[in-house]
Nanobody
């Protein structure tokens, strides 16, 4: 069974930081690429960041480059997203995603991921 459970969402002031976590099923963590996506009300789901199985390859959406960092600790079955310099436009539901058959570079779009968590809400006020 595939399970992804996000946590760490909160309400913060602009300029603040948050770290999101996603705990995953043990069999996923060793064989799957992982990613973070976000969706604000009335908007399409947007790719935030993605990471390869061993964390060697990463990808970031243009709007978060230089501010967000994706990482994974396979020993702890956990994916992370460190978010710094948060802005109101970063407010959204953030989702963790996973996909198998990932040989090198992780997918960059939602259609490339097969499994999803329930999401954690991030709200940034000005």
């Amino acid at each position: 069974q595939v399970q992804l459970v996000e946590s760490g969402g909160d309400s913060v002031q602009a300029g603040g930081s948050l770290r999101l976590s996603c705990v995953v099923s043990q069999h996923i963590v060793s064989n799957y690429c992982m990613g973070w996506f976000r969706q604000a009300p009335g908007k399409e789901r947007e790719g935030v960041a993605a990471i390869s199985v061993r964390g060697i390859y990463t990808w970031y959406g243009d709007s978060v480059k230089g501010r967000f960092t994706i990482s994974r600790d396979n020993a702890k079955n956990t994916l992370y997203l460190q978010m710094n310099s948060l802005q109101p436009e970063d407010s959204a539901m953030y989702y963790c995603a996973a996909t198998g058959g990932c040989l090198r570079n992780p997918p960059q779009t939602a259609s490339g991921f097969a499994y999803w968590g329930q999401g954690t809400q991030v709200t940034v006020s000005s």
